[in-house]
């Protein structure tokens, strides 16, 4: 049975076991509802134990009422009332029932932001063992992301799917090889964890990078795309056939990573005094000690600080720190 803690017009999703909630896309017809949650007075309301009710400093009640979450809003820790701040939201947390009628019927969410949306959001919600709440928001925001995947391959000017003009049949360049192998990485090994959100998180970063890129190889492009394609299978087919190809994405190879490529060529250094972090230093990976000690001293901040130092002692980790210790 699913619980559904009531949160701010938010609601949990938790299952018995992970198998379940890996598969509630397809398993569950109950969803969850903005639920109702009471306010009071933060600084004005006092708790009457005996009574067990809420009292103003007149000895009015103050009782539950139902809100929209547009009504409320966050502030610092907790939830206000958005037409007046003084009035702080509580809220309160129950399983999904139809008793309280906080259940929602999955078919309208697919009606009006796709199956697509949906799978992916149920996957982006968080770690499976974990409860999590369900927003709207959160729906809107895989669509989203979703429409971006879309705009990034397709030239939405044309009625006709073409191919965005960025898409080209180029080789990649070094930076892009190494988004996509160090995507490549972390949707793979996400998977097989369990661990959707993140992998989800990683396509973000992608669509973020090509989307600033002039031009986007063919190549990554349809990478992603096989990526993508167990998250949001629906538009994934749609867009490998946008590429150019007949055949169903279900029959080509998942992608492999080159190990080498999922690290960046260079790599920010701390360099520290007595351990405090003063600088940092940019230098290629695989630096050897003795270039990493002498690109630390001739950083300028570092020259600097040194000048009319004693070095005692320096500490090099290669790919990691350099530590002067001083007099």
């Known amino acids: ?9 938010q609601t949990l999703a938790k299952g018995k076991s992970g198998s379940q909630q890996s598969n509630l896309h397809r398993r569950f017809r109950q969803f969850h509802r903005f639920s109702s949650f009471s306010h009071r007075k ?3 309301v006092t708790e009457d134990e ?6 103003n400093t007149t000895g009015a009640t103050v009782h ?6 547009d009504q409320a809003e966050k502030k610092g820790d907790s939830f206000v009332l958005k037409s007046d701040s003084s009035i702080r939201v509580d809220s309160r947390a129950y399983k999904m029932s139809k008793s309280r009628r906080n259940v929602v019927n999955p078919d309208e969410i697919v009606a009006d932001y796709g199956a697509d ?5 149920e996957m982006f919600m968080g770690p499976l063992e974990q409860s999590k709440p369900w927003s709207m928001a959160g729906v809107k925001g895989v669509r989203n992301f979703l429409e971006r995947a879309w705009r990034m391959i397709v030239d939405e000017s044309d009625e006709s799917n073409v191919l965005n003009a960025a898409v080209v049949a180029a080789e990649p360049t070094e930076e892009q090889l190494r988004m996509v192998h160090k995507t490549i990485k972390s949707v793979t090994l996400d998977i097989e964890s369990l661990s959707f959100n993140t992998a989800i998180a990683r396509m973000m970063e992608f669509i973020n990078f090509f ?9 990554a492009i349809e990478t992603f795309v096989l990526l993508l394609s167990p998250f949001a299978p629906h538009i994934a087919e749609e867009l490998w056939k946008t590429l150019g190809h ?8 998942w992608p492999q990573f080159d190990e080498a490529l999922t690290y960046d060529a260079n790599v920010e250094i701390p360099v520290q005094i007595n351990g405090k972090n003063r600088s940092k230093i940019i230098v290629p990976r695989g630096t050897s000690k003795t270039d990493l000690e002498a690109a630390a001293k001739a950083d300028e901040r570092m020259a600097e600080l040194l000048a009319d130092k004693t070095i005692r002692k ?3 980790v290669p790919d990691r720190l350099v530590n002067f210790v001083v007099a």
């Open 42 to 44: 933060s600084l004005d």
């Open 50 to 55: 005996n009574r067990n009710s809420v009292l």
């Open 314 to 316: 320096s500490i090099v």
């Open 64 to 69: 539950q009422v139902k809100l929209e979450p």
């Open 211 to 219: 989307t600033k890129s002039e031009q986007r190889p063919r190549q």
């Open 117 to 121: 949306a949906l799978r992916l959001y």
């Open 1 to 9: 049975m699913l619980g559904i803690p009531e949160f701010f017009g």
């Open 246 to 253: 007949e055949d169903s994405l279900a029959y080509q190879s």
